[in-house]
């Protein structure tokens, strides 16, 4: 008689953490990656990038999923090296963070165009 190779359930529920642990999902690795980014961007961005209250201007552009056009080479490269109104952040973040900041920035949404104002174009309320 031959044993058969076959693994009982104690030994099944023992091996599955260690399965679970070396196989990991493409979008849990980029959702690991994006929730650094976010993280990143709110120590270190979002001051100048939102608007911190309603009644307060903006320093910078708000930044989205268009920002340098969707290029993600342009916007790591304008994070690393900064402008005369932003400073660089190649030695305050490893390469693979500033890549986190970049996927981040890749998930928001663009924001919405300014509606065009309603009625007569230099006419005053009420003016016939």
């Known amino acids: 008689m031959t044993r ?3 693994l009982s359930p104690a030994g099944f529920v023992a091996v599955l953490p260690l399965l679970c642990a070396a196989v990991q999902p493409a979008w849990a690795q980029n959702s690991n990656e994006t929730t650094l980014g976010m993280r990143l961007f709110n120590q270190s961005c979002r001051v100048c ?3 911190p209250q309603l009644s307060s201007p903006q320093y910078g552009p708000a930044l989205s999923m268009n920002t340098f056009g969707g290029n993600a080479e342009a916007i790591r490269q304008f994070i690393d090296n ?3 109104r932003m400073p660089g952040f190649k030695y305050t973040f490893k390469p693979a963070e500033i890549d986190a900041i970049v996927a981040y920035i ?3 949404p663009a924001p919405a165009a300014a509606a ?3 009625g007569k174009s230099g006419a ?3 003016a016939d």
């Open 116 to 118: 065009p104002a309603s």
């Open 106 to 108: 890749k998930t928001i």
């Open 82 to 84: 900064g402008s005369p």
């Open 49 to 51: 990038h939102t608007k």
């Open 4 to 6: 058969s190779a076959r």
């Open 124 to 126: 005053s309320p009420g």
